[in-house]
């Protein structure tokens, strides 16, 4: 406990029991997997108060050890759980860390599949046969992967530069107080519970696509109408003068 304290990583996770009777081990298993998952980036520790039943003649539900996982950083400490959607399983843990520390490479496949899942909309708004929304979609794809890929490599060389991690210490320090709010913990709660019904998600996508692509053709119908509507009444006065 002493070393998770003097840990210079910025996010600490704690596992502490209190001092009732310990039925068996309180510690889950997805505890130890976190801790191999997230090695250099949070600090994981152990503090078990708790004694065994037998040793304190303890034998009433009210007397057993409760455990609970608190979250320390240098701007806030959150006890895990007190929210909507933080559950004690590996994933929704696992998430509420991985929002807590961001990779540059979470942040490139998160920007990745925005791009990619933007580009899939070209072949529904574009006109033409199948084939050439298909073309046009690739191509988009294959542009937009480019572009990030060429601006990736050097706004990462940026950041490593020492000027600039001030602000990018103090950037990551608005960035953990708004993580712990109470928005993002519904965001990350919504995201876990449609993690679980992917088809859902998927019919939900293909069916907002459908309605943009039906209100994209009737404003460009509209637009084109009414550009024939203006230009009328100029046709009719040309041929009026030409008699």
């Given at each position: 406990?002493d070393?998770?304290?003097?840990?210079?990583?910025?996010?600490?996770?704690?596992?502490?029991?209190?001092?009732?009777?310990?039925i068996?081990?309180?510690?889950?298993?997805?505890f130890s997997?976190?801790?191999?998952q997230?090695?250099?980036?949070?600090?994981?520790?152990?503090?078990?108060?708790?004694?065994?039943?037998k040793?304190?003649?303890?034998?009433?539900?009210?007397?057993k050890?409760?455990?609970?996982?608190?979250?320390?950083?240098?701007?806030?400490?959150?006890?895990?759980?007190?929210?909507?959607?933080?559950?004690?399983?590996?994933?929704?843990?696992?998430?509420?860390?991985t929002?807590?520390?961001?990779?540059s490479?979470?942040?490139?496949?998160?920007?990745?599949?925005f791009?990619?899942?933007?580009?899939i909309f070209?072949?529904?708004?574009?006109?033409?046969?199948?084939?050439?929304?298909?073309?046009?979609?690739?191509?988009?794809?294959?542009?937009?992967?480019?572009?990030?890929?060429?601006?990736?490599?050097?706004?990462?060389?940026?950041?490593?530069?020492?000027?600039?991690?001030?602000?990018?210490?103090?950037?990551m320090?608005?960035y953990?107080?708004?993580?712990?709010?109470?928005?993002?913990?519904?965001?990350?709660?919504?995201?876990?519970?449609?993690?679980r019904?992917?088809?859902?998600?998927?019919?939900?996508?293909?069916?907002?696509?459908?309605?943009?692509?039906?209100?994209?053709?009737?404003?460009?119908?509209?637009?084109?109408?009414?550009?024939?509507?203006?230009?009328?009444?100029?046709?009719?006065?040309?041929?009026?003068?030409?008699r």
């Amino acid at each position: 406990h002493d070393q998770w304290e003097a840990d210079k990583d910025p996010v600490k996770v704690l596992h502490h029991s209190d001092n009732g009777c310990r039925i068996k081990s309180l510690i889950p298993a997805f505890f130890s997997a976190l801790a191999v998952q997230f090695i250099g980036k949070v600090s994981f520790a152990v503090r078990d108060n708790s004694q065994s039943c037998k040793d304190r003649n303890l034998r009433t539900p009210s007397d057993k050890a409760k455990s609970v996982i608190m979250i320390k950083t240098p701007e806030f400490t959150h006890i895990y759980g007190s929210r909507k959607g933080e559950q004690f399983q590996h994933q929704a843990l696992k998430l509420f860390l991985t929002t807590l520390t961001p990779t540059s490479n979470d942040l490139f496949i998160l920007a990745l599949m925005f791009i990619n899942y933007s580009c899939i909309f070209e072949i529904f708004l574009s006109n033409g046969n199948l084939a050439r929304r298909v073309f046009r979609t690739l191509w988009f794809m294959a542009k937009g992967n480019f572009l990030l890929c060429s601006v990736w490599l050097p706004l990462v060389s940026v950041f490593q530069i020492s000027q600039l991690k001030p602000l990018l210490t103090t950037f990551m320090s608005y960035y953990r107080r708004m993580m712990n709010t109470e928005g993002a913990a519904v965001l990350r709660h919504d995201v876990l519970l449609l993690s679980r019904y992917p088809l859902l998600v998927f019919c939900t996508v293909v069916i907002g696509i459908l309605v943009l692509t039906y209100l994209d053709r009737q404003y460009k119908l509209g637009l084109i109408t009414h550009h024939q509507d203006e230009q009328q009444p100029l046709v009719n006065v040309a041929i009026t003068s030409t008699r």
